[in-house]
Protein backbone atom coordinates (compact mmCIF):
# COMPACT_ATOMS: atom_id res chain seq x y z
CA UNK A 1 0.00 0.00 0.00
CA UNK A 2 1.64 3.45 -1.26
CA UNK A 3 1.35 6.19 1.31
CA UNK A 4 2.03 10.02 0.14
CA UNK A 5 2.50 13.24 2.31
CA UNK A 6 2.47 15.77 -0.04
CA UNK A 7 4.37 19.39 1.28
CA UNK A 8 1.02 20.78 2.69
CA UNK A 9 0.36 17.83 4.70
CA UNK A 10 -2.27 16.10 3.06
CA UNK A 11 -2.12 12.27 3.31
CA UNK A 12 -3.72 9.40 0.84
CA UNK A 13 -3.16 5.62 0.77
CA UNK A 14 -3.96 4.82 -2.31
CA UNK A 15 -6.16 1.70 -2.33
CA UNK A 16 -8.54 4.59 -0.46
CA UNK A 17 -8.05 7.87 -2.03
CA UNK A 18 -9.99 6.86 -5.28
CA UNK A 19 -13.99 6.16 -5.85
CA UNK A 20 -16.96 6.12 -7.93
CA UNK A 21 -19.51 8.21 -6.42
CA UNK A 22 -23.38 7.16 -8.15
CA UNK A 23 -24.28 10.77 -9.02
CA UNK A 24 -21.31 10.90 -11.61
CA UNK A 25 -21.61 8.13 -14.06
CA UNK A 26 -18.45 6.98 -15.47
CA UNK A 27 -16.49 9.04 -13.49
CA UNK A 28 -13.67 8.24 -10.76
CA UNK A 29 -12.74 10.68 -8.48
CA UNK A 30 -9.58 10.63 -6.06
CA UNK A 31 -9.43 13.09 -3.36
CA UNK A 32 -6.98 12.88 0.29
CA UNK A 33 -8.11 10.57 2.33
CA UNK A 34 -7.91 13.11 5.30
CA UNK A 35 -9.08 16.22 4.76
CA UNK A 36 -8.98 18.91 7.63
CA UNK A 37 -12.28 21.13 8.79
CA UNK A 38 -12.83 23.98 6.50
CA UNK A 39 -9.95 23.56 3.87
CA UNK A 40 -11.08 23.96 0.20
CA UNK A 41 -9.39 21.46 -2.68
CA UNK A 42 -10.22 22.74 -6.37
CA UNK A 43 -10.34 20.62 -9.01
CA UNK A 44 -8.78 18.73 -11.97
CA UNK A 45 -10.82 17.20 -14.44
CA UNK A 46 -8.97 14.72 -16.37
CA UNK A 47 -9.29 12.47 -20.16
CA UNK A 48 -6.90 9.41 -20.24
CA UNK A 49 -4.57 8.34 -23.12
CA UNK A 50 -6.34 6.54 -25.57
CA UNK A 51 -9.64 8.20 -24.45
CA UNK A 52 -9.64 5.17 -22.33
CA UNK A 53 -12.82 5.22 -19.76
CA UNK A 54 -11.46 3.62 -17.03
CA UNK A 55 -10.72 5.88 -13.90
CA UNK A 56 -7.89 4.15 -12.80
CA UNK A 57 -5.60 3.29 -15.71
CA UNK A 58 -3.32 6.31 -14.32
CA UNK A 59 -3.79 5.65 -10.70
CA UNK A 60 -0.28 6.47 -9.54
CA UNK A 61 -0.35 9.92 -11.81
CA UNK A 62 -3.95 10.81 -10.61
CA UNK A 63 -3.04 9.79 -6.29
CA UNK A 64 0.05 11.92 -6.71
CA UNK A 65 -1.57 15.54 -7.83
CA UNK A 66 -4.73 14.63 -5.75
CA UNK A 67 -2.42 14.70 -2.64
CA UNK A 68 -1.37 18.38 -3.36
CA UNK A 69 -4.99 18.87 -2.16
CA UNK A 70 -6.90 18.71 -5.64
CA UNK A 71 -10.07 16.69 -6.25
CA UNK A 72 -9.17 14.97 -9.42
CA UNK A 73 -12.17 13.79 -11.55
CA UNK A 74 -11.18 11.40 -13.88
CA UNK A 75 -12.93 9.71 -17.20
CA UNK A 76 -14.48 6.55 -16.40
CA UNK A 77 -15.43 4.68 -13.96
CA UNK A 78 -12.95 2.66 -12.02
CA UNK A 79 -11.39 -0.41 -13.35
CA UNK A 80 -8.52 -2.70 -12.53
CA UNK A 81 -5.42 -0.62 -11.51
CA UNK A 82 -2.77 -2.99 -12.46
CA UNK A 83 -3.84 -3.52 -16.26
CA UNK A 84 -1.60 -2.33 -19.37
CA UNK A 85 -3.17 -0.26 -22.08
CA UNK A 86 -3.82 -3.27 -24.47
CA UNK A 87 -5.83 -4.54 -21.75
CA UNK A 88 -8.23 -1.77 -22.54
CA UNK A 89 -8.71 -2.51 -25.97
CA UNK A 90 -12.19 -3.54 -25.70
CA UNK A 91 -12.99 -0.35 -22.52
CA UNK A 92 -15.51 2.54 -23.41
CA UNK A 93 -14.03 5.17 -24.95
CA UNK A 94 -14.69 8.99 -23.88
CA UNK A 95 -15.36 11.93 -25.30
CA UNK A 96 -15.00 16.21 -23.86
CA UNK A 97 -18.43 15.87 -23.48
CA UNK A 98 -17.10 13.57 -20.06
CA UNK A 99 -15.21 16.40 -18.70
CA UNK A 100 -18.26 18.56 -19.21
CA UNK A 101 -20.22 16.37 -17.53
CA UNK A 102 -17.21 16.11 -14.68
CA UNK A 103 -17.19 20.40 -13.81
CA UNK A 104 -21.21 20.20 -14.22
CA UNK A 105 -21.18 17.84 -11.36
CA UNK A 106 -18.17 19.53 -9.30
CA UNK A 107 -19.98 22.62 -9.57
CA UNK A 108 -23.67 21.28 -8.42
CA UNK A 109 -21.96 19.93 -5.70
CA UNK A 110 -18.92 21.77 -4.30
CA UNK A 111 -19.72 23.08 -0.52
CA UNK A 112 -22.32 20.94 0.26
CA UNK A 113 -22.40 17.53 2.25
CA UNK A 114 -19.19 15.16 1.63
CA UNK A 115 -18.16 18.03 -1.11
CA UNK A 116 -17.81 21.10 1.38
CA UNK A 117 -13.86 21.21 1.23
CA UNK A 118 -14.71 20.90 -2.79
CA UNK A 119 -13.92 24.45 -4.67
CA UNK A 120 -15.09 25.39 -8.70
CA UNK A 121 -13.94 28.73 -8.47
CA UNK A 122 -10.65 26.86 -9.48
CA UNK A 123 -11.08 24.34 -12.24
CA UNK A 124 -8.36 22.87 -14.44
CA UNK A 125 -9.08 20.69 -17.76
CA UNK A 126 -6.15 17.94 -18.72
CA UNK A 127 -5.74 14.90 -20.69
CA UNK A 128 -2.86 12.71 -21.83
CA UNK A 129 -2.47 11.60 -25.39
CA UNK A 130 -5.83 11.52 -27.02
CA UNK A 131 -7.10 12.73 -23.83
CA UNK A 132 -5.09 16.15 -24.38
CA UNK A 133 -7.47 17.14 -27.50
CA UNK A 134 -10.50 16.37 -24.99
CA UNK A 135 -8.50 18.92 -23.00
CA UNK A 136 -8.09 21.04 -26.11
CA UNK A 137 -12.15 21.37 -26.61
CA UNK A 138 -12.69 23.31 -22.77
CA UNK A 139 -10.57 26.19 -23.74
CA UNK A 140 -13.62 27.50 -23.91
CA UNK A 141 -15.57 26.72 -20.66
CA UNK A 142 -15.12 29.63 -18.75
CA UNK A 143 -14.98 28.04 -15.69
CA UNK A 144 -11.80 26.59 -16.80
CA UNK A 145 -8.87 28.15 -15.76
CA UNK A 146 -6.14 26.33 -16.85
CA UNK A 147 -5.11 23.55 -19.85
CA UNK A 148 -2.79 20.68 -18.86
CA UNK A 149 -1.89 19.01 -22.52
CA UNK A 150 0.22 16.04 -21.68
CA UNK A 151 1.85 13.96 -24.43
CA UNK A 152 -0.81 15.17 -27.37
CA UNK A 153 -1.03 18.17 -29.83
CA UNK A 154 -3.37 18.91 -32.71
CA UNK A 155 -2.31 16.59 -35.26
CA UNK A 156 -2.07 13.22 -33.17
CA UNK A 157 -4.43 11.95 -34.83
CA UNK A 158 -2.45 12.59 -38.16
CA UNK A 159 -3.65 15.67 -39.27
CA UNK A 160 -4.43 19.12 -37.63
CA UNK A 161 -8.10 20.09 -38.03
CA UNK A 162 -9.26 23.56 -38.70
CA UNK A 163 -10.79 23.50 -35.58
CA UNK A 164 -7.84 22.10 -33.32
CA UNK A 165 -5.57 24.92 -34.68
CA UNK A 166 -8.41 27.60 -34.19
CA UNK A 167 -8.34 26.80 -30.97
CA UNK A 168 -4.90 26.60 -30.15
CA UNK A 169 -4.61 30.08 -31.98
CA UNK A 170 -7.00 31.56 -29.75
CA UNK A 171 -5.96 30.15 -26.27
CA UNK A 172 -5.38 32.73 -23.83
CA UNK A 173 -5.59 31.42 -20.57
CA UNK A 174 -2.44 29.41 -19.00
CA UNK A 175 -1.96 26.61 -20.86
CA UNK A 176 1.37 23.58 -20.10
CA UNK A 177 3.04 20.74 -22.28
CA UNK A 178 4.15 17.62 -21.56
CA UNK A 179 5.72 15.88 -24.13
CA UNK A 180 7.87 13.09 -23.94
CA UNK A 181 11.18 14.32 -26.65
CA UNK A 182 11.84 13.29 -29.90
CA UNK A 183 10.29 9.42 -29.69
CA UNK A 184 7.30 10.70 -28.37
CA UNK A 185 4.76 10.46 -31.19
CA UNK A 186 2.77 13.23 -30.07
CA UNK A 187 6.10 15.37 -30.33
CA UNK A 188 5.71 17.18 -33.31
CA UNK A 189 2.09 18.02 -32.75
CA UNK A 190 2.67 19.49 -29.41
CA UNK A 191 6.05 21.59 -30.82
CA UNK A 192 3.77 22.85 -33.54
CA UNK A 193 0.77 23.46 -31.10
CA UNK A 194 3.06 25.65 -28.40
CA UNK A 195 4.55 27.60 -31.44
CA UNK A 196 0.65 28.23 -32.68
CA UNK A 197 -0.22 29.83 -29.10
CA UNK A 198 -0.44 33.59 -29.20
CA UNK A 199 2.51 35.10 -27.88
CA UNK A 200 0.81 36.68 -24.79
CA UNK A 201 -0.54 33.81 -23.54
CA UNK A 202 1.36 32.27 -20.45
CA UNK A 203 2.81 28.95 -22.09
CA UNK A 204 5.04 26.29 -20.42
CA UNK A 205 6.55 23.29 -22.61
CA UNK A 206 8.63 21.02 -20.93
CA UNK A 207 10.14 17.92 -22.81
CA UNK A 208 11.20 14.92 -20.83
CA UNK A 209 12.74 12.43 -23.09
CA UNK A 210 10.66 9.31 -22.10
CA UNK A 211 8.73 8.95 -25.01
CA UNK A 212 4.90 8.49 -25.07
CA UNK A 213 4.40 6.32 -22.77
CA UNK A 214 5.59 8.42 -20.20
CA UNK A 215 6.15 7.79 -16.02
CA UNK A 216 2.63 7.57 -15.34
CA UNK A 217 2.11 4.55 -13.78
CA UNK A 218 5.73 4.64 -11.93
CA UNK A 219 5.69 5.59 -8.29
CA UNK A 220 3.93 8.98 -7.88
CA UNK A 221 3.60 9.26 -10.97
CA UNK A 222 7.53 9.45 -11.94
CA UNK A 223 9.19 12.91 -12.95
CA UNK A 224 5.69 13.51 -14.62
CA UNK A 225 3.45 13.21 -11.40
CA UNK A 226 6.06 15.08 -9.57
CA UNK A 227 6.04 18.07 -11.93
CA UNK A 228 2.25 18.47 -12.69
CA UNK A 229 2.09 18.20 -8.91
CA UNK A 230 4.12 21.46 -8.69
CA UNK A 231 2.16 23.25 -11.44
CA UNK A 232 -1.16 22.28 -9.58
CA UNK A 233 -0.47 23.43 -6.77
CA UNK A 234 0.62 26.69 -7.80
CA UNK A 235 -1.85 27.08 -10.43
CA UNK A 236 -4.66 25.94 -8.31
CA UNK A 237 -3.57 26.38 -4.85
CA UNK A 238 -1.65 28.92 -5.41
CA UNK A 239 1.57 28.09 -3.55
CA UNK A 240 4.14 30.23 -4.99
CA UNK A 241 7.07 27.74 -3.17
CA UNK A 242 5.65 25.36 -6.12
CA UNK A 243 5.80 28.02 -8.55
CA UNK A 244 9.53 27.40 -8.76
CA UNK A 245 9.77 24.45 -10.41
CA UNK A 246 8.63 26.71 -13.46
CA UNK A 247 9.73 30.24 -13.01
CA UNK A 248 13.46 28.94 -12.63
CA UNK A 249 13.25 26.24 -14.63
CA UNK A 250 16.71 24.85 -12.32
CA UNK A 251 14.95 22.32 -10.95
CA UNK A 252 13.32 21.37 -13.82
CA UNK A 253 16.45 21.00 -15.71
CA UNK A 254 18.00 18.81 -13.19
CA UNK A 255 15.74 16.61 -13.43
CA UNK A 256 15.75 16.27 -17.29
CA UNK A 257 12.92 18.50 -18.35
CA UNK A 258 14.09 20.75 -21.87
CA UNK A 259 12.36 23.56 -20.95
CA UNK A 260 10.68 26.77 -22.89
CA UNK A 261 8.54 29.07 -21.14
CA UNK A 262 6.91 32.71 -21.64
CA UNK A 263 4.68 35.25 -19.67
CA UNK A 264 4.52 32.86 -16.75
CA UNK A 265 5.06 36.23 -14.85
CA UNK A 266 1.43 37.24 -15.56
CA UNK A 267 -0.14 34.24 -13.52
CA UNK A 268 -1.77 35.53 -10.55
CA UNK A 269 -2.99 33.01 -8.21
CA UNK A 270 -3.90 33.77 -4.62
CA UNK A 271 -3.61 31.39 -1.91
CA UNK A 272 -6.72 28.72 -1.34
CA UNK A 273 -8.59 30.17 1.46
CA UNK A 274 -10.10 28.05 4.70
CA UNK A 275 -13.44 28.27 5.39
Same mark, same amino acid.
Given at each position: ?70 ? %?? /?? =? ?7 ? @? +? ?6 ? &? !? ?26 ? %?? /?? =? ?7 ? @? +? ?6 ? &? !? ?39 ? @? ?88
Amino acid at each position: MLSLTASNGFELTCLQTYFADPTLANHTIYQPKNIPPRVKMPVLVWANGGCIAVGTIMMPFLVQVASQGIV %VI /AN =GSPGNVTGS @Y +DSFGSAPR &S !TSKYLTAAVDWAVQNAGRDKYAHMDTSR %VA /AA =GQSCGGLEA @Y +DMVKDTRV &S !TIGIFKSGGALMGTSTTNTNATVKAITKPIFYYLGGSTDIA @YASGEADYAMLPSTTPAWKGNLPVGHGGTYNEVNGGKIGVAASFMYDWILRGNTTASSFYMSDVAAKAAGWDVVSRNLDKIRVSPVASH
